[in-house]
């Protein structure tokens, strides 16, 4: 007929059967050795490019894509399960004119991103990479 002080399991509270210390560890991206690379990368692929005539925009799309896929290949290289890869490409003429450019991202620890600017006095480029863990 009385109350009784014993604590009654809250179904919210997890339960040890579930093996929370068996969770895999969180993988995270190594974003300093993907920027070491496009450091590299990129004044070795536009070193002597210059801003192509109208005829020959599509130097520009090549160049685009090769840095990209480029990038992504080392991003599977340095990590090649568990995250997503994005990798924007932007090749301008550089005509003197300023730029700004700003980024705000909310994720996990484990994501990252990595960026690089290159110019010359013909062409400015910026990459920037994202990976984003899956699980």
Known sequence: MGCHNSPRPSAASPSPAFGLSQSRPVVTFDA???????????????????????????????????IGERVKKRMLEIQPRDFKYIVLTQINENAG???????????????????????????????????????
């Open 32 to 66: 300093e050795l993907l920027k070491a690379y496009m450091k590299e990368l990129l004044p070795t692929t536009l070193r002597t490019a210059t801003w192509p005539e109208p005829r020959e925009r599509d130097k520009v799309k090549a160049w685009m894509k090769e």
């Open 97 to 135: 004119q300023g730029g700004r450019a700003d980024l705000v991202c909310h994720w996990e620890d484990s994501d990252a991103v990595a960026q690089e600017v290159f110019a010359n006095d013909s062409i400015i480029c910026i990459c920037v990479a994202f990976a984003v863990r899956t699980i």
